[in-house]
């Protein structure tokens, strides 16, 4: 009777386990990263008879923990990537919103700019019309500046996030080196069988970690989960955690870099969670909108400060700049030992291509190399003031004092946008007019013609020195009564860095003169040339004029915006479908777990019948020997 007894209790024991783990399913349906458990079961081995092996009842093998690595892999990299393409889309989107808005995008004023000086075209000598090229052209330049400071803010606010971030990442970190050392120690304890919530535990701080950086996964022969970031950087190994870290930029004290221990930057590196999605927007979204904005900058306040100081103003002096000069910017390495600076200025706006340069001394030369790449880059000058290092459009100039292995990083329009100022305030001051002017004498006989006159060098000390062109014949002029020229029609004759056109039959003894434009004249010649600097194309190459890189820069941005959308829309149904495949596995169904509950309850209830019956044989066994 003792082997039916030991059937029921080893019965009544099983079945017991199978409602501890059923009911821990139940406890933990709504705990985060929980699998589902079950009870294995298996038959014990019988003793030998006369008839062959009688049962012994049953035993527990174990208790599962169900989940697939394989699944568990897809997951956390699904993870990574929807979080990294979610930071980026919200991020790309703010940006968007900047750019493209007409309440804070740069085109309405731009547009609205150049409108001004279109109608200062057509009424030079108003007052008022001038007035309006100021204030439009003090709106422009706040509108550069808000541009620039949001930006900037932008940057600001992701730089604090990435901080935040690691401080996060390591976090987990140390979370999963610590359940690695219980898991060890349990998997010891136990004889080799899983501790299955602290194994849950540890996937779960690895989806978490997931969330915020993109890593692989190695599980070591003890039960530990080593964990690698940034192509193979160790994060856990064992029960050993190597956080990460954050210290300035090289070059931009601002900036904050993401660091390996030991102090190696390895931004470039790290991808996927939303760490990677902030450095990818701050890479992918800002860098390239403040450079893009700055060079808009830099080529509208170069050009229409050249076309000023081509023209004259209404006192009758060369205009002065409309908008204060721009510098770039040249951060030295905080690794510098030397007192040197650079500054930048600019040689040629229309040739600037918004890369960053490396200006680098190495004890007796310096080097230009693109930043992105390390390739040479050509230039001229010795880098003084006088004679300034000159290349992409850039002019560099060098102050005394460089080590060896001191270096600057060039960036042209980085800040440039944010230092856009109006110069002038007195409306007198706009150049409308051309500085000389030219014309035909009224006692004239022949059919001559002259155009107005262009300047063709505002530099020559005698361009605004009267001329005089008088026809010696049909064919010939002298100019200021000197010289015997061929008169050819139509050809461009220039002296004192300008030139002229005459057309037409000038007869013998007709005169043309070309003098200063005075004061308060009406002309509105440097005024038109003004306003046409909006349908040049001076920005990438002679590409674009300042409106349409305006554009350009709004459709990268939104185009960048509408890319990160659409993977997102594709990453939330890969990340459902992953999430639905682990939850057919591994999720707590309560239906289930209701059935199983009322599988293991009357299993457990016939388990103790066994037991009752036992004993019942085994009173009536007692008491038939009592007789």
Do not use: C
């Amino acid at each position: 009777m003792s082997d039916i007894l030991g059937i029921g209790i080893s019965s009544l024991l099983a079945n017991r386990s199978g409602l501890d783990v059923t009911g821990h399913n139940i406890a933990n349906v709504n705990t985060a990263g929980y699998s589902r458990q079950r009870l294995d079961l298996t038959n014990r081995v019988g003793a030998a008879t006369s008839y062959g092996f009688a049962g012994a009842g049953v035993t527990v093998r174990a208790v599962e923990r169900l989940s697939d690595k394989f699944v568990f892999a897809r997951e956390i990299s699904g993870t990574a990537s929807l979080a990294r393409v979610e930071t980026f889309s919200v991020e790309a989107r703010r940006t968007d919103a900047l750019l493209s808005d007409a309440n804070t995008g740069l085109g309405t004023t731009l547009n609205s700019f150049f409108d001004s000086l279109s109608v200062l075209a057509t009424t030079p000598s108003s007052t008022a019309t001038r007035q309006t090229v100021i204030s439009a052209a003090d709106a422009l330049a706040g509108r550069f500046n808000d541009l620039q400071a949001q930006l900037d803010s932008d940057e600001r606010s992701i730089n604090s996030r990435v901080s935040q971030t690691v401080t996060e990442i390591n976090n987990y970190a140390t979370t999963i080196a610590s359940l690695n050392d219980r898991i060890s120690q349990a998997l010891g304890a136990s004889g080799g069988k899983p501790p299955n919530d602290l194994v849950d535990q540890r996937d779960q701080a690895v989806r978490e970690l997931a969330q915020r950086v993109s890593v692989t996964t190695v599980e070591q022969d003890n039960g530990a989960l080593n964990v690698f970031v940034a192509n193979g950087q160790s994060l856990v190994v064992g029960t050993v955690s190597s956080p990460l870290g954050t210290k300035p930029n090289e070059f931009d004290s601002a900036r904050t870099e993401v660091t390996a221990q030991g102090g190696a930057v390895i931004s470039s590196q790290v991808g996927g969670g939303t760490l990677g999605g902030l450095l990818d927007t701050r890479r992918e979204i800002l860098d390239p909108a403040r450079e893009k904005l700055g060079r808009i900058a830099i080529t509208l306040s170069e050009s229409i400060n050249a076309q000023q100081a081509q023209g004259v103003d209404q006192n009758g002096n060369f205009g002065a700049p409309l908008f204060a000069p721009l510098a770039g910017a040249a951060p030295a390495s905080t690794r510098n030992t030397g007192s040197a600076a650079v500054t930048v200025g600019f040689a040629d706006a229309t040739q600037l291509d918004g890369k960053p340069y490396q200006l680098s001394f190495d004890g007796s030369a310096w080097s230009l190399t693109d930043a992105n790449t390390g390739a040479a880059v050509p230039f001229t000058g010795s880098g003084t003031t006088a004679d300034p290092f000159v290349a992409k459009g850039l002019s560099l100039s060098v102050t005394a004092g460089a080590a060896v292995g001191d270096k600057f990083l060039v960036q042209p329009g980085r800040r440039a946008a944010g230092q856009l100022s109006v110069a002038i305030s007195n409306p007198a001051q706009i150049a409308a007019a051309a500085p000389i002017k030219a014309a035909a004498a009224v006692t004239n006989t022949g059919s001559g013609m002259i155009t107005p006159g262009k300047v063709t060098d505002v530099g020559n000390p005698a361009l605004r020195d009267p001329v005089s062109i008088q026809f010696t014949g049909p064919g010939t002029y002298s100019v200021n009564g000197v010289g015997s020229f061929a008169y050819t029609e139509g050809q461009p004759i220039d002296i004192n860095g300008w030139q002229v056109e005459i057309s037409g039959n000038p007869a013998t003894g007709d005169n043309f003169s070309i003098g200063p434009t005075g004061a308060n004249s009406g002309d509105d010649r440097n005024a038109r040339l003004l306003s046409g600097i909006a349908t040049k194309a001076l920005l990438d190459g002679g590409l674009n004029t300042l409106t349409a890189a305006n554009g350009q820069l709004v459709q990268q941005v939104g185009s960048k915006a509408q890319t990160a959308q659409l993977q997102l829309d594709a990453q939330t149904s890969l990340a459902a479908q992953t999430i639905s495949e682990r939850n057919a596995l591994s999720g707590v169904n309560l239906d289930e777990e209701a059935a199983d509950l009322l599988r293991w309850q009357q299993a457990y209830q016939a388990s103790a019948q066994i037991i009752a019956t036992a004993s019942t044989i085994f009173d009536s066994l007692l008491a038939a020997t009592r007789r």
